[in-house]
C-alpha cells in the first residue's frame, strides 16, 4: 500500500545513531520552530555504531592515538592533526556540559568518565618516535600536561596489568595525559533522543526504513519510507533532508539525484574485540593504552586495551580485531558491497584495490586469526593473559569511504566525509572516524550547509557562543584552559 503523506518537514534525518541526535537538537536548541522528523529502521535508536559495544568508547583528542602525530621524514612530528582532533572534542565536551546546565542531562556519570589516555610502543626507534613526540607535544598548551616514560617501574604504576612479568630490558616508552576520557557514546545518544522527545516533542519513528530520496517539483524532497511492520510505503516532503544512515548512508546517497555522489564507493571493515570475564582483571587496569598500527596496516587497526563503563560495570576490551564482511551495518544484508558497485564507481574501486594490496592482506590475515592468534596479539600487551578470562565480542561494522582520485583512480579515505548538493538541501555522512566523539562540529558543519540562515542570526549567534564556546572563536590559551576546567566541573571528570 502506498500513500503520500501531506504533512512536510523541516528536516528529516535518516538514521537513529548519534549523528541524527545531535544534528536534530542542535536544530531545535537554534530554531525550536523547525519540523524535524527522525526515521530509524530497526526497533529501537543508537544499535549500530553509536552503540555502546560496537565501538571503543574513545574520546578522541588525540591524547593517545598516535596516527593524529605522524613522524615527517626529517624526524620531526607533526601535530596539526592533533591539535585540530582535540579542539573538535573540547566542542562535543562543551555542548554535552551545556546540556548539563540546562538540566537537560542530569547524570554525566552515566556516560562519560575520567579514564587516563596513554601511548605505549615497543623498539628502539618507537621509543625515539614517542619522545620526539612528547617533547613537541609538551610545548603546546593543549598537551602540556602530557607526561613521558622509560622507566617499567613509572610505567607500572600507570598500568600494572601490562607491567605484569616484564622486566627493565625490555626497550619500551610510555606517555600519559590524565585527563582522557571514556565515552558510552550509546547512552548518551539515547538521552539526546530522550531531550528531543521531552523538550522538543520531536520523537524518533522506529521500523521506518528510508528506501529513496527524489527531489519534489517544489524544491522539497519527497522521503520513501517502509514500514518495516505492515510493509506499507509513505512518501514523506522535506526541505533538507541529513542522511546519517551509518555504514547505509552509501547505499542510500547512491539513488539521490545530485552529482556530488559521483565516483563515492565503500569498503566494508568488521570488528572484534577481546572482552575480559574476570572482574579480578578487570580492576587493575584503569586506562587506554593505544599502542602503534604495523607498517601499511590502516590507522583503524592500532591494537588498544581500554577501560570501559558499560552500564554501570566497569569491563576491559581489547582490539579491534579487523575483518571482512561484504555489510554495510551490522544488521545489513550480504548484498550491500555488491550492490554498492555502479558503473560511475568502477574505476575509483579498481584504483583502491590496485593501491591498497598491503590493506587487502592484513584484512585477509586477520580474518584468518583464531582465538589463540588474537590472544597472543593480546599477550603483547598483557603476558600473562589467560584464554578462559577472555572472549569474542563482534563489534561494529564500518565503510571505508572510497572517492575519486586524479592520480590512483580511486582512494581509500580514513575519516569522515559530509557530502552535500550545492543548495545544500540534502547532506550525507559517510566514514567512521574520529566518528562520534566529533558529532558536535561535524553536525555544525552539517548546518553551516543546510541552515545557513539559521546560523546566522544574532540569537543563534549569542546562543553558539554560550552553547559551543569555541565555535567561530579564536582559541588561545587563556580560552582553552578556562573551557577545558569548565567543561571538566560540569562533566565531573575528577
Ligand atoms: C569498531 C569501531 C570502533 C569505534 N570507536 C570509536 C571511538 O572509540 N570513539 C569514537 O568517537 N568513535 C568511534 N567509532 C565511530 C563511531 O562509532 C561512529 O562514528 C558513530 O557512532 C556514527 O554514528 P552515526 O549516527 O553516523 O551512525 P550509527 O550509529 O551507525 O547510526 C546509523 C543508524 O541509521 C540506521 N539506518 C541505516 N540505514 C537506514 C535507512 N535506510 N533508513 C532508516 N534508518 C537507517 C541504522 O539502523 C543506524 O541506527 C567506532 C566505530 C567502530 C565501528
Redesign the pocket.
Known sequence: MTKKNNQDYDLIC????????TLALLSKLLKPDLKVLI????DD???????AW???????SALCELNYTPQNKDGSVDIHKAIDICTQFEMSKQFWSYLVTKDFIRKPENFISKVPHHSWIMGEDNVNYLEKRYQTMKQHYMFNSIQFTKDIEQMKQWFPLMMHGRNAEEIMAASRIERGTE?N?GAL?KQLYRILETEFNTKVQCH????DVDPDTDLDWTVKVKDLKTDSIDHLEAKHVFI??????L??LQKVEIEEKEGYGGFPIS?EWLVCKNQDIINQHNAKVYSKAGIGDPP?SVPHLDTRFINGKRELLFG?FAGFSPKF?K?GSNLDLFKSIKFENLHSLWGVFWHNLPLTEYLVKQLAMSFEDRMDALRTFVKDAKDEDWEILV????VQTIKKDEFEGGKLEFG?ELVSSKDGKITC?LG????????VKIMLDVMKKAFPEVLDTSEAKVLLSEMIPFYNAAIDENLFNKQLEKSKTILQLY
Open positions: 535518516v538514521g537513529g545513531g548519534i549523528m541524527s541526535a526515521l530509524e529502521r530497526l535508536v543508537a544499535q549500530e555504531s553509536s552503540a560496537n565501538n571503543a568508547g574513545t574520546g578522541h565515552v557514546y545518544t521506518k526504513e528510508v528506501m546519517g544512515a551509518g555504514g547505509g548512508s547505499l542510500l570488528g583503524m579491534p551495518l544488521e563489534a561494529g561494522q564500518r569522515t555522512l567512521a572516524s574520529p566518528g562520534a566523539s566529533t558529532a
